[in-house]
């Protein structure tokens, strides 16, 4: 939908917190009466614009998963994670969650894509396994555990002048997935 994507537009350059209705209306060059007409408040709007693009990201992580190779799975993965330049998948996600504190609706998003998020890394973890690729007892706990350290990385990569790296990140939750999985990875 049109005003989902305007929507989205205008809060990767403003943030959600810095965000209204007007500045939609602006970018979309319409009147408010059309916003209210599919959104009957913004609270409603921004939901939707978090929902729509956490769930995207998530779905067409899950579809290119699903056809890469064991071998590579953990590359790819990595890859995709640091894949946009903008940092703006990682922008809204870290944005919401900061949202998420105040707003019930956004937390039930947030709580569903780190579900998803969450299932993403265990399959990873136990398609490894299967393959022989690795050992790990627990794959849904180490999927936490990898969920959890991607998030503070990504949090630190999203400050200016940060002291981590793209690469750096990369080569970091390489490791923790080859921990995860019983192997010894080279730390630096």
């Not at 995207?56 to 290119?64: D, N, R, T, V, Y």
């Not at 190779?69 to 969650?97: C, K, N, Y």
């Amino acid at each position: 939908m049109q005003i989902v994507e305007g929507a989205y537009q205008v809060i990767l350059q403003n943030g959600l917190s810095g965000t209204a209705t007007r500045d939609v209306t602006r970018h979309l060059d319409v009147g408010s009466g059309l916003l209210h007409h599919y959104f009957k408040t913004w609270a409603e709007l921004r939901a939707e614009v978090v929902r729509t693009f956490i769930f995207k990201e998530i779905s067409e992580l899950e579809a290119s998963m699903a056809e890469v190779p064991v071998e590579r799975l953990t590359q790819h993965f990595v890859d995709w994670m640091i894949s946009d330049p903008d940092d703006q998948f990682w922008g809204l996600w870290l944005d919401a969650i900061e949202e998420a504190r105040r707003d019930d609706e956004l937390a039930e998003i947030i709580r569903d894509g780190h579900m998803r998020w969450h299932a993403v890394i265990a399959d990873l973890i136990k398609r490894c396994v299967d393959a022989e690729q690795g050992k790990c007892d627990a794959p849904v706990t180490a999927a936490w555990r990898i969920s959890a350290l991607i998030d503070g990385l990504m949090g630190i990569l999203a400050l200016q002048q940060t002291a981590l790296s793209p690469s750096a990140v990369r080569q970091i939750v390489k490791q923790q997935i080859a921990l995860e999985l019983g192997k010894h990875p080279n730390l630096q």
